[in-house]
């Protein structure tokens, strides 16, 4: 099956700093999402993000589907951002499962 | 963006007994919903695949008569966890999809979750 790796597997900023997560995939896939899982374990939704480029605030992701990965950048961390982001990948057949990356585990220090 | 709620929060129960855990969409239909399990630092995977009106999918090493999921209508499906015991002890997440307007897959959305601790 599709294999999902991410890096760094932790990292510690202070607040203020920006960082780069990155997501390599190896195979084709038509669905990536990137999430960020709070203390209390909810997933909450970054952006879905197949190909190209979103921002949202503080937080934007690039994905290059060519050459199977994506970036998710934070600038200005809070200690808020603290958590594990996730990515994820689905491929064009079935149902589209979600197969998650090994997740990037963020400690923001005030 | 859509909203899933999970029910229970957490639950503690003793080996043997059986567990029931509901995932509902809220302001959507969902005719396919997603069941996973995450253990204490690690990722999610999938466990199966929960269709509207027919049976559900079980990923590669998944025990279908230890994982009951029952997909009764467009907005609930349920997890029941049969005769459990420690080792079944995890965070058991659903997910569920809006339809598109192009009629294909979308993002997911996720439930808060269920802890399950198995004594």
């Known amino acids: 099956g599709i294999q999902v790796e991410q890096s760094p597997p932790d990292l510690i900023l202070q607040e203020g700093a920006n960082s780069t997560l990155r997501c390599n995939f190896s195979?084709?896939?038509?669905?990536l999402q990137w999430f960020h899982q709070n203390p209390w374990g909810q997933l909450i939704n970054l952006f879905y993000?197949?190909?190209g480029t979103k921002q949202n605030g503080r937080l934007s992701a690039t994905t290059v589907a060519t050459e199977r990965y994506s970036l998710l950048y934070i600038s200005s961390s809070q200690t808020t951002d603290s958590g594990v982001y996730f990515c994820?990948?689905?491929?064009?057949?079935?149902?589209?499962?979600?197969?998650f990356g090994t997740g990037t585990r963020l400690l923001v220090s005030p | 963006g859509a909203v899933v709620s999970q029910h229970p929060s957490w639950v503690i129960c003793k080996s043997g007994t059986s567990v029931k855990i509901e995932c509902r969409s809220l302001?959507?239909?969902?005719?396919?919903m997603f069941w996973y399990r995450q253990f204490p630092k690690q990722s999610l995977m999938l466990m199966a695949t929960?269709?509207?009106?027919?049976?559900?999918?079980?990923e590669q090493g998944v025990e279908k008569d230890k994982f009951l999921i029952n997909h009764a209508s467009l907005t609930l499906s349920t997890l029941t966890v049969t005769s459990a015991h420690p080792e079944d002890s995890s965070f058991y997440i659903c997910?569920?999809?809006?339809?598109?307007?192009?009629?294909?897959?979308?993002?997911?959305?996720f439930g808060p979750g269920t802890r399950l601790t198995v004594l």
């Open positions: 997910s569920a999809r809006p339809p598109t307007s192009s009629g294909g897959w979308g993002e997911q959305f």
């Open positions: 195979d084709s896939v038509n669905n």
């Open positions: 993000i197949p190909s």
């Open positions: 994820a990948v689905a491929m064009q057949a079935g149902f589209q499962k979600l197969v």
């Open positions: 302001d959507f239909q969902a005719t396919t």
């Open positions: 929960s269709n509207e009106g027919s049976k559900a999918t079980y």
